[in-house]
T-cell receptor
Framework: SQQGEEDPQALSIQEGENATMNCSYK?????LQWYRQNSGRGLVHLIL?????REKHSGRLRVTLDTSKKSSSLLITASRAADTASYFC????????????FGKGTRLSVIA | NAGVTQTPKFQVLKTGQSMTLQCAQD?????MYWYRQDPGMGLRLIYY???????DKGEVPNGYNVSRLNKREFSLRLESAAPSQTSVYFC????????????FGSGTRLTVV
């Protein structure tokens, strides 16, 4: 069953604006990962945040994790048309032994 | 290019036919996975192989079998295809321990008519 739920399901913004996507999950985790999927392509790993971390940065990406609320957010700053894609969060259970469980994704459209 | 290679990219099957989806990785990863992606459902795990010689069921294994042929290759077989198996299938690989990101193939789009 799906562990993560992304919100919103779809997001449309202008180029240059920031995009924020949220992920909520149900059970305790070892780590949470974000992936991007361009239309018709495979998923690409963006960033991993461990359960003992609160914030992580990678280029224009900023990920936060609030384990007390069982939620994470992905912020893309100064968005570009090339950021148009679907974004998925995926979680690893607290045991760390089971494969990733993916949410249903947020579809981001960046309009030039 | 290094990565995960899936074949074929597209396939149309008639109900009841069988086929094998092939997956190979050249990153020396120990763990490999098969997911299916349906509209509005995200990715669901079919089977995985934590290491060469082992396979385990995921969330939706019914109607599928897998073979971890060697460290590089992990195949998915549909013995008797059904329309409900129409989907996009993704293979992925990773280092063991679930503390690393996965590398995905580009997918196989399967239609069962």
């Amino acid at each position: 069953s799906q562990q993560g739920e992304e919100d919103p399901q779809a997001l449309s913004i202008q180029e240059g604006e920031n995009a924020t996507m949220n992920c909520s999950y149900k059970t305790s985790i070892n780590n949470l990962q974000w992936y991007r999927q361009n239309s018709g392509r495979g998923l690409v790993h963006l960033i991993l945040i461990r359960s003992n971390e609160r914030e992580k940065h990678s280029g224009r990406l900023r990920v936060t994790l609030d384990t007390s609320k069982k939620s994470s957010s992905l912020l893309i700053t100064a968005s570009r048309a090339a950021d148009t894609a679907s974004y998925f969060c995926a979680t690893v259970s607290v045991s760390g032994n089971t494969p990733l469980v993916f949410g249903k994704g947020t579809r981001l459209s960046v309009i030039a | 290019n290094a990565g995960v290679t899936q074949t074929p990219k597209f396939q149309v099957l008639k109900t009841g036919q069988s086929m094998t989806l092939q997956c190979a990785q050249d990153m020396n990863h120990n763990s490999m996975y098969w997911y299916r992606q349906d509209p509005g459902m995200g990715l669901r795990l079919i089977y995985y192989s934590a290491s060469e010689g082992t396979t385990d069921k995921g969330e939706v294994p019914n109607g599928y079998n897998v073979s971890r042929l060697n460290k590089r290759e992990f195949s998915l077989r549909l013995e008797s295809a059904a329309p409900s198996q129409t989907s996009v299938y993704f293979c992925a690989s990773s280092e063991p321990g679930q503390i690393y990101g996965y590398t995905f193939g580009s997918g196989t789009r399967l239609t069962v008519v």
